[in-house]
């Protein structure tokens, strides 16, 4: 599955927040718990309750308390008129029209434009989420299968996104090649391996994305710093960085084992 | 080593080992080489990938490059080859001679 992510221009960023590791631990637990089904997470934090809509195992939309905008917020914000806004906020709840599919079919935005938009909104959702006390996480599965929402992304991606920003880790300059190849920068805060950017060209899913990063940490703290490759056949899985920061891979690809050494400097 | 030397001139150590009671058993080596480390870090990796590993004929591979060197381990359920090597070391080279060994049981240097 290739990973198409929408662009994102301005960024949120803050220096206030910090990432609550058993927040993030809980939040990544309920995801993993729903990566196969269309169901609703309501997060009951610190600051109040917050919502992430989850169809067939995507994000559809996350929105927590604390994140002072709701969505017509960033929309009026991106240039729609308020009281049109206000309007269509009010239709969608009569009619349960996601209002997404309202401003895109009625020309008030473009659909890339409203993407990056809700990614946006999802990623700092997500954000605060992880930055606050969690207590309670519950999970009500759709009775009608499908939200049917227009707009939907894979987890890892957009939670790396939430991650990134609330962690500081240098940069990579990487671009792996292998179109089966899964390649994950992680970085381990409070002991816990987060993943941080999606690096290659296939979105592994949370729960193996969580299952390869336990399993590079484990290997790195045999070696403290450097870049270890396995491979059986044709199958192989590689480490790189250090115990703070790494870059992990797994494929089919033959590439990956030669990557990776690439990367460890040999 | 030396004979070793003139099959991989990068070559800085090398052990031959058996698998022996659930471990490995050390019967040759020669030069530097960190044995016990390149062991547990194949243990640490093998799980992901090598738990359905077929013992009498499926050959593993790891290799890793670190601040102590790098170092190369090829094993099957019968014998493992580790090897050290300097950076920069032609690898391909290095894996080929370690599967040999591995598979023809021939010692090593």
Request: charged share 20%; glycine share 12%.
């Amino acid at each position: 599955m290739s990973v198409m992510l929408p662009t994102v221009s301005g960024v949120f960023r803050s220096s206030d927040l910090r990432l609550d590791g058993d927040a993030f631990q809980q939040l990544a637990d309920a995801l993993v718990g729903s990566e196969s089904s269309t169901s609703m997470l309501s997060v009951h934090g610190d600051h109040g309750v917050g919502g992430v809509f989850i169809d067939e195992g995507r994000i559809a939309w996350a929105a927590s308390p604390g994140a002072r905008h709701f969505l017509s917020d960033r929309l009026v914000a991106a240039g729609s008129d308020a009281q049109v806004m206000r309007k269509l906020v009010e239709e969608g709840r009569r009619t349960g029209v996601p209002l997404g599919r309202m401003v895109v079919d009625r020309g008030l935005m473009s659909a890339a434009a409203f993407s990056e938009l809700l990614f946006e909104h999802s990623v700092v959702s997500l954000g605060l989420m992880a930055s606050q006390r969690v207590n309670r996480i519950e999970r009500h599965p759709s009775r009608g299968g499908t939200f049917a929402l227009a707009f939907t992304f894979p987890m890892v991606p957009l939670l790396a996104e939430s991650v990134r920003r609330l962690v500081a880790v240098e940069a990579l300059e990487v671009s792996p090649s292998g179109d089966d190849l899964t390649a994950v920068h992680v970085a381990v805060v409070e002991g816990q391996a987060l993943p941080v950017r999606v690096l290659g060209a296939r979105a592994p899913k949370l729960s193996e994305l969580l299952s390869l990063a336990g399993d590079a940490q484990a290997v790195m703290s045999n070696i403290d710093a450097g870049t270890v490759s396995f491979r059986r056949g044709n199958r192989c899985w590689s480490v790189s960085g250090n115990q703070q920061s790494f870059v992990v891979s797994e494929g089919r690809s033959a590439l990956s084992f030669a990557w990776m050494l690439g990367q460890g400097g040999l | 080593m030396q004979r070793l030397k003139d099959v991989l001139p990068d070559a800085l150590g090398a052990a031959q080992l058996v698998s022996s009671e659930g471990g490995w058993k050390t019967v040759d080596s020669s030069g530097e080489v960190d044995v016990r480390w390149a062991l547990s870090v194949l243990r640490s990796g093998e799980a992901r990938l090598y738990g359905d590993v077929d013992v009498e004929t499926d050959e593993v591979e790891a290799v890793m490059a670190s601040s102590d060197g790098v170092h190369v381990v090829v094993a099957d359920g019968r014998g493992a080859v580790v090897l050290r090597l300097e950076r920069g070391a032609n690898l391909g080279l290095a894996l080929g001679y370690a599967h040999g060994v591995v598979r023809t049981g021939e010692s090593c240097p």
